[in-house]
């Protein structure tokens, strides 16, 4: 390892006053830790940077996987890192406080290695189809393709944003792809394959089967958990919470999704402003004199017109 050594780096001096204004404690962790060693990295590269981007000699003919690893987090220079670093700021932000610090550090980890295979795969159909061997000499580091895949879970999460991209009002849903291009024409020394290779591998989790795969091999551990699954705040990741009554001595414990009925956060609140209405428009009167069940109440499809002249009546009778 080595330290970097030359000019003062106003990038990296303006991005460590960028983290400054949003404040640590406002930075999950995984995405803390990301531009931590992001940055460690840049001031202390493993190796000079020929030696640990990634390429198909590299990678595939003299098998250096260890570049898999390496190339993510080593840039070519402080802007390099900066405008990474602070892309990744925000999506980090954003994503891993709807995924969970657990599941975000498996996306990282997977998502870092399997886009520069997929790097690869698409500069060696280059140089088959184009039949020009100079493809397999380019060598791309940075973490720009983590970036663009992020970016597609982001704008699958968070569907029907607009998104600027030079000026240019665009539905997020297509933001990627324009930004994909725009990127290569301001700057064509950017690595076109390595951002497209992002791009493949969020669509890969999003609409395809990277993430039931990822979930089958994460199932025998215990601390990952299944991002769309509706989550306690009582227990965290657990399948159960406890309740006390204050004449039990011993916890019972109940399933959670017989709690929520098995809807989403969403749904729950969803549920909870309709049945609201219901309450409010009928007086706070149960039906049928009946007590409703502990947690989320899914009102009857509908009430005869006799129930209905009752529970107008005994509404008027409060008055």
């Not at 080593?74 to 994503?95: E, F, P, Q, R, V």
């Not at 100079?134 to 393709?145: I, L, P, Q, R």
Request: hydrophobic letters at 40%.
């Amino acid at each position: 390892m080595q330290r970097r050594q030359g000019r003062v780096n106003a990038g990296l001096l303006l991005l460590l006053y960028q983290i400054s204004q949003v404040g640590l404690q406002n930075i999950p962790s995984v995405t803390l830790a990301v531009l931590v060693l992001n940055i460690f990295f840049f001031l202390n590269p493993v190796r000079p940077l020929h030696e640990v981007c990634i390429s198909v000699n590299e990678g595939f003919y003299r098998q250096n996987w260890q570049r898999l690893l390496l190339s993510p987090v080593h840039h070519a220079d402080d802007w390099h890192l900066y405008y990474n670093m602070i892309s990744m700021l925000w999506k980090g932000i954003m994503l891993e406080r709807k995924l969970k610090s657990v599941w975000f550090a498996y996306i990282i980890a997977v998502f870092s290695v399997l886009i520069g295979v997929v790097y690869m795969a698409l500069e060696f159909m280059l140089v088959k189809i184009l039949n020009d061997p100079s493809y397999e000499m380019n060598c791309a580091v940075g973490f720009s393709g983590v970036l663009f895949a992020l970016k597609v879970l982001n704008n699958h999460y968070n569907p029907g944003r607009v998104s600027s991209v030079l000026g240019l009002q665009i539905s997020s849903k297509y933001a990627c792809w324009v930004e994909l291009v725009a990127i290569h024409l301001i700057s064509p020394g950017t690595s076109f394959a390595g951002h497209l290779a992002g791009i493949l591998v969020g669509l890969m989790y999003t609409m395809g089967p990277l993430k039931k795969i990822m979930k089958a091999c994460a199932g025998g551990f215990t601390s990952f958990t299944d991002p769309d699954r509706p989550r306690d705040y009582y227990s965290g990741y657990s399948d159960y919470y406890y309740y006390r009554y204050p004449d039990y001595q011993n916890t019972t414990p109940r399933n959670y999704y017989d709690y929520t009925g098995g809807l989403t956060e969403e749904e729950q609140l969803e549920r909870a402003v309709l049945n609201s209405l219901n309450e409010r428009d009928f007086g706070g009167a149960t039906y049928n004199n009946e007590r409703r069940p502990y947690g989320f109440w899914f009102p009857p499809e509908q009430n005869s017109e006799e129930e209905i002249r009752r529970q107008r009546l005994r509404r008027f009778d409060r008055r």
